[in-house]
């Protein structure tokens, strides 16, 4: 055999190399991206309730679903992030209606993070809240939307009155970033601070039971990377008139936080 067949051999053979090395390598792409789970967000409000006719967590909700607060998220949260919202009636019967559609162990085959951001109304404080604890009480000042008026109930039978579920969010130092967004209007209308007690209406029945319906999903070890909540009380709109971008954007700046971490 000539020497000129013998580099034509040779030269077949790196091109079938080649080849068959650019196919392995397209088949290990394409089989990590489309194994590769995905994360959701469960983004939820309220709806009116008493004498509030116009809720402003409501409202930033449906400003999500519009595509509004886009702008303020990171390029390619959209490709990692799932993100569905909801707005609850004010009432022990829609928080228990919730929870009770999710199925963690159908999340964990699609999911490898879930996360809960909810929102409630605290008109009268000069302050959006990123609540650290949630309490085993459900006392209600005033009926809920369904009538129920429970005094010193257990949201969670098996832990005594009072009992403080916390958050596993880095409330604290995502206090911190969100203060120095220069996208707010505030603190020079209100302040962004981390409160201790969510209350015993129905803010803190949602959260407690977020929490526990989270954590409980830790313990029974659904394979999740992480699966935690946190919840946020807006104030009205005479003390921020600015409430409903002002929540939106931070809302924006825990997911930012959730994206990069």
């Known amino acids: 055999m000539n020497n ?24 290990i792409v394409i089989a990590f991206t489309t194994n590769r789970k995905k994360n959701l967000i469960y983004l939820t ?33 959209g490709k990692t992030y799932d993100l569905q919202s909801c707005v609850l009636e004010v009432s022990i019967d829609a928080v228990e209606e919730y929870f009770d559609q999710i199925d963690l162990k159908d999340l964990s085959k699609k999911y490898a993070n879930v996360h809960f951001i909810h929102m409630g109304l605290y008109d009268s404080y000069p302050a959006f809240r990123l609540e650290y604890y949630a309490h085993n009480n459900a006392t209600f000042s ?7 008026q429970p005094y010193e109930q257990l949201i969670e039978t098996s832990k005594p009155l009072g009992f403080a579920r916390s958050t596993d969010f880095p409330v604290f ?31 803190n029945y949602l959260y407690y039971s977020s929490l526990m319906f989270t ?18 009380h807006v104030p009205g709109y005479t003390l921020d008139e600015n409430v409903e971008d002002d929540g939106g954007i931070i809302v924006c700046d825990v997911m930012k936080d959730l994206f990069s971490s």
């Not at 970033?177 to 129905?202: H, W």
């Open 173 to 203: 130092d995502m206090q911190s970033s969100i203060r120095s967004d220069p996208q707010l209007s505030i603190p020079s209308t209100v302040d962004v601070v981390v409160g201790t007690d969510a209350g015993t209406f129905v803010c």
């Open 142 to 148: 005033v009926p809920d939307q369904k009538g129920n």
């Open 215 to 232: 954590q409980t999903g830790n313990d029974l070890s659904y394979e999740f990377d992480s699966i935690s909540s946190l919840f946020m």
């Open 4 to 27: 000129q067949a013998v580099d034509q051999k040779k030269s077949i053979f790196t091109v079938l190399i080649g080849i068959i090395s650019i196919g392995l390598i397209l088949w």
């Open 45 to 77: 409000g309220f709806s009116e309730f008493a004498s509030t006719t116009n809720n402003p967590t409501q409202n930033i909700v449906k400003k999500f679903e519009s595509g509004y607060f886009d702008q303020y998220l990171p390029n390619g949260f």
